[in-house]
């Protein structure tokens, strides 16, 4: 079992930054693959970013391309990320989740274990 816990979410102008931090507990980190998804109201939750287990290899999806960055500390059992040049769009719940698959896909589905979620709001 592994517990995550989301932090760093408020409300921000467009074009400001926020980063968010996740916490894990409860299992080693390094094993796990982890991702950040957001849901918007009235929207499925969609991919934002993942990570591989030792931070080499990294994916997006093509709407935060170029403006948020992925990273981890295994050191500290934490995953970021990094959100710059925030759109209103941009506004959801951000969750962050583990897996431990061989790939770094993306694919929710794939995903076993998820936050609470951080909510992230930008004003125009």
């Known amino acids: 079992q592994v517990q995550l816990v989301e932090s760093g979410g408020g409300l921000v102008q467009a074009g400001g930054s926020l980063r968010l931090s996740c916490l894990a507990s409860g299992r080693t980190f390094s094993n796990y693959i982890m991702g950040w998804f957001r849901q918007a109201p009235g929207k499925e939750r969609e991919f934002v970013a993942v990570?591989?287990?030792?931070?080499?290899?990294?994916r997006y999806a093509d709407s935060v391309k170029g403006r948020f960055t992925i990273s981890r500390d295994n050191a500290k059992n934490t995953v970021y990320l990094q959100m710059n040049s925030l759109k209103p769009e941009d506004t959801a719940v951000h969750y962050c989740a583990a897996e431990r698959g061989l790939s770094v896909s993306g694919d929710m589905r794939l995903f076993d274990y998820w936050g609470q979620g951080t909510q992230v709001t930008v004003s125009s």
């Open positions: 990570i591989s287990r030792r931070g080499d290899s990294t």
